[in-house]
């Protein structure tokens, strides 16, 4: 038995006689620009001018609009969530008692953009810095004050991490001797046999 | 003004051009230095020698230290000609690594420059005896660098579900390092960013393999 992914509360029933009402040409664009815009977590589908458009286009007021843009975000949400198939997508949005022209564009935009939503939903981590970037340089060192004739390599490293939640950039430098590599060498070894275990 | 000329090997190697571990004209401090070198005592001139040599290793020395040697002909000014033309002679000679300064041309230059026979022991125990890898290793410790990673805590694991996807089931690795500058970084990243990471730091470990047979860290100077 597939999970349920709508129940048909007041407001998804009223948003759904709203939906059945749009000029159904115009949805698979609306569709696809709320399925692009899904993943990212703080922006706004459409800006303030676009909505305004979109009210006019489709004679809706602006709270009727709102609960219509809400309800499609919903609805592609939990189908994500669920990795639905279109197929059960397409039956339960039936049984809210959607019009079928609407059904099929929803599930069509589904079919077509699924794989790369989820994929973009499965990179989403709860952990703000990511390491983006590496970069390196292999230095020989020739002299210091205190001492000439020195012939020591020594490697510099440039860690790029993305606060995701600020987006400020922060380059973590690190130097290291022979011996401070290999041994960083060998943790990152022993994680690599642990990541080798969790496949 | 008298003027203390350094001559070149006296019985060294004939024909061979070589200069004073000091360098070719005798910086002003060891100048100044010689006479009241030449009359201070064993005991006093083994413990300025001491002084100088904690001072190196990092271990810090207070005039205390050297006042009780204060009195009849050492007044403070003649201990500061010679603690600074010590000092500076000693780290001279430190500056050259060990495989550069032979006991023999060490002794040699010692002389030349005057300083009593009685003091050379010591001297090039300080320079060529057991203590020296100390001091070496102390002075690279002491090197201007980036931070070192000081301590790496780490995590393995698989996101299995989140707030916006049921079956997520990504690996990813979490980081936090500990820098020798007491700062702590922590991140994250996928799997494929960490093969870069552990991909890159295998290239550089073996570019610096590399880097260490090559024929410029053989050349014996």
């Not at chain 2, 904690?54 to 500061?80: K, R, Y």
């Not at chain 2, 500058?181 to 552990?198: C, N």
Request: with cysteine; net charge negative.
């Amino acid at each position: 038995m597939a999970t349920t992914l709508f129940t048909a509360s007041a407001s998804i029933k009223k948003a759904v006689m709203l939906i059945n009402d749009m000029d159904v040409n115009r949805f698979p664009l609306l569709l696809s620009r709320i399925l692009q815009k899904l993943h990212l977590k703080e922006e706004r589908t459409f800006s303030e001018e676009e909505e305004e458009k979109l009210q006019t286009a489709f004679g809706f007021s602006s709270n009727d609009l709102d609960l219509v843009l809400e309800t499609l975000e919903f609805i592609l949400q939990q189908a994500a969530y669920h990795t639905a198939k279109p197929a059960v997508l397409g039956e339960q949005l039936k049984q809210l008692e959607m019009n079928d022209d609407k059904v099929e564009k929803i599930v069509e935009a589904w079919t077509n953009g699924a794989r790369n939503l989820v994929q973009k939903l499965k990179e989403r981590t709860v952990h703000p810095n990511q390491l983006e970037e590496v970069k390196w340089r292999l230095n020989l060192q020739m002299a210091q004050a205190s001492q000439s004739k020195v012939k020591r390599p020594n490697a510099l490293f440039q860690l790029s991490v993305r606060d995701d939640s600020s987006g400020k950039k922060e380059n973590i430098r690190l130097e290291f001797t022979h011996e401070e590599l290999y041994e960083f060498y060998n943790q990152l070894e022993t994680i690599q046999k642990q990541l080798d275990s969790l496949s | 003004m008298s003027i203390v000329q350094v001559k070149g090997g006296g019985g060294g190697a004939v024909g061979l051009e070589r200069t004073s571990f000091v360098g070719a004209r005798v910086p002003p401090e060891i100048r100044a230095m010689i006479k009241p070198l030449s009359k201070l005592d064993k005991t006093a001139f083994k413990k300025i020698l001491k002084v100088i040599a904690s001072e190196i290793q990092g271990i810090e020395q207070s005039f205390q230290d050297l006042q009780p040697l204060l009195g009849g002909a050492l007044t403070e000014d003649v201990l500061a000609t010679v603690y600074c033309g010590l000092d500076d002679l000693v780290r001279r000679a430190l500056k050259l690594p060990s495989s550069s300064l032979k006991k023999e041309n060490f002794l040699q230059d010692l002389q030349d420059l005057q300083i009593p026979e009685g003091f050379h022991e010591d001297l090039v125990a300080m320079v060529v005896g057991p203590k020296r890898p100390l001091i070496d290793s102390h002075l690279e410790d002491r090197r201007p660098r980036l931070p070192s990673l000081e301590n790496l805590s780490w995590r393995a694991d698989v996101a299995i579900s989140t707030g916006v996807l049921n079956r997520v089931l990504v690996r990813g690795v979490t980081m936090e390092m500990t820098l020798s500058d007491g700062s702590i970084k922590d991140f994250e990243m996928t799997v494929s960013k960490f093969q870069e990471l552990r991909f890159h730091v295998a290239s550089v470990l073996s570019e610096m393999e590399k880097l260490e047979k090559h024929s410029i860290l053989k050349i014996k100077d």
